[in-house]
């Protein structure tokens, strides 16, 4: 059968295939290469699976998109799928037709079922499949192992059916199978069982981290030879890891980490939340990165003077894009600072976010001239007065980059209690919309009515159309 055979016949070959009870390597060698992938989706729907462990042996496409295919806790097709791939990895000489080197396990491969079900409908096309598929030409069993591709989340306290299944599968076959993880996020598992999994992973695949649970140094510490490991990694978010350098064994774990941290040279985005052992430490941590980086988040923790002094100096923030420091409160810090450390990066900044970071009057005049780049720009939660307000947006209307802002309401519009009636909001927006006719310039404010007595995040925002047409829209 040709590959321009006719799309209906391609069809009812397909179907007359699946009724066959012995389809065999032997006749899909010759099978159209476009009806492969219709043809597993329907054997892997019917629970078939002889016929996939013969179409998994014939694979004619160097990539197998699986996870998308998956119902959980239905694995009996990926069962079926793992012992075609025995038989393959023990074979001295494959079928000419297979190029299976990849089994994909990742939530992605929805464009590759879909466009060999638009090739199986609407004829093959010959460019379409030279781009996914091999020729025909080796029979020698491949020297590299098979590449098995896999984001894993592990928020349980212990290992699901699936995951326990696959795990044992690749831990049998480590000399034929690398696992690659570029995700890993960490939400709920005793530390023993991680180490188990991550004795499995090529660790040097792994591109993204995400640690979401509550640690304390001592269990970071035990997880850092693995991060330093992952040599290409680029993002890495910690939150909740909880302990203070000024104590002695707990400075021992932080140079245990900043000592792993070093190996990591393509770190591009570092992010800290809710992480008490950063205050009095951060040039430590400061100083075991490798590289510039382009995204910066230290939230909703304590830092000091000296903190922020260092991260003005260090030299891998002059490349940063995105600065986030919100929930780390400056009140009390010296107004020259934040100017300091916001021109340092003033030249590549695009985002910056001081949400209730305790920001005054006086410190937010002081850096305002530092705002050259920005198009995104979050100061909500802080208590600013209406005159300051109206040096903000008349400052922020000859930005010509920015794109979003969100500011709290004036601390003038509170009563004692924190209550903003509802007299003084339409006061409020007649005043700040004023202001944007003045200026004469379309843009979409966000105003944050903070601290809000129901839930903290209420918000209205300002619209200013081209017309100079103005609307306000309450959330």
Request: aromatic fraction near 6%; charge should be positive; proline fraction near 6%.
């Amino acid at each position: 059968m040709s590959a321009r055979t006719p799309p209906r016949l391609l069809d009812l070959a397909g179907r007359h295939l699946l009724r066959a009870d012995d389809l065999d390597s032997s006749t899909l060698e010759s099978l159209p290469t476009e009806l492969f992938p219709p043809l597993f989706l329907e054997a892997f729907d019917g629970y078939r699976t002889e016929t996939l462990k013969a179409m998994v042996q014939t694979w004619p496409f160097v990539r197998l998109p699986l996870r998308a295919l998956i119902e959980l806790p239905h694995v009996g097709p990926l069962q079926a799928v793992l012992e075609a791939l025995d038989v393959l990895l023990a074979q001295k000489t494959r079928s000419r037709r297979c190029k299976l080197r990849v089994l994909d396990l990742r939530n992605t491969g929805q464009n590759f079922w879909s466009m060999w079900l638009g090739a199986s409908s609407d004829g093959c096309s010959s460019s379409r499949e030279a781009a996914v598929a091999e020729p025909r030409s080796t029979t020698k069993r491949p020297s590299t192992p098979l590449k098995v591709f896999i984001d894993l989340c592990l928020k349980k306290r212990s290992l699901d059916n699936f995951l326990t299944y696959f795990l044992r599968w690749v831990e049998q076959r480590r000399s034929s199978v690398h696992l690659c993880c570029k995700k890993l996020k960490i939400v709920s598992m005793p530390m023993d069982s991680i180490v188990k999994v991550l004795s499995m992973v090529q660790l040097d695949c792994i591109q993204e981290v995400q640690v979401s649970c509550t640690w304390n140094l001592s269990t970071l510490a035990t997880f850092a030879p693995f991060l330093g490991e992952m040599s290409n990694l680029q993002r890495l978010r910690l939150s909740h890891v909880h302990g203070s350098a000024f104590k002695k064994q707990e400075h021992d774990h932080v140079v245990q980490i900043t000592s792993q941290l070093r190996r990591l040279g393509h770190l591009r985005d570092l992010h800290l939340e809710s992480s008490s052992f950063l205050g009095g430490c951060l040039d430590q941590m400061l100083r075991c990165l490798k590289s510039p980086l382009d995204s910066l988040s230290i939230t909703k923790c304590w830092l000091t003077e000296s903190d922020l002094t260092h991260l003005s100096q260090s030299p891998d923030i002059s490349q940063l894009k995105s600065l986030d420091l919100s929930g780390v409160t400056m009140t009390d810090f010296r107004p020259e600072l934040l100017p300091v450390l916001l021109e340092r990066v003033a030249a590549t900044l695009q985002e910056l976010d001081l949400d209730v970071c305790g920001i005054t009057d006086c410190q937010l005049e002081a850096f305002l001239p530092a705002l050259s780049r920005c198009s995104q720009l979050r100061l909500c939660g802080n208590l600013l007065s209406t005159a300051v307000m109206e040096k903000l947006l008349r400052h922020t209307a000859a930005l010509p980059c920015l794109r979003q802002e969100r500011y709290p309401a004036p601390q003038e519009s509170y009563r004692p209690r924190g209550v903003l009636p509802e007299a003084r909001l339409a006061q409020l927006r007649a005043q700040l919309l004023e202001i944007l006719r003045d200026l004469g310039k379309p843009r979409i404010i966000w105003i944050g009515l903070c601290p809000c007595p129901r839930c903290g995040e209420d918000k209205f925002k300002l619209r200013l159309c081209k017309c100079i047409d103005v609307t306000l829209i309450l959330l």
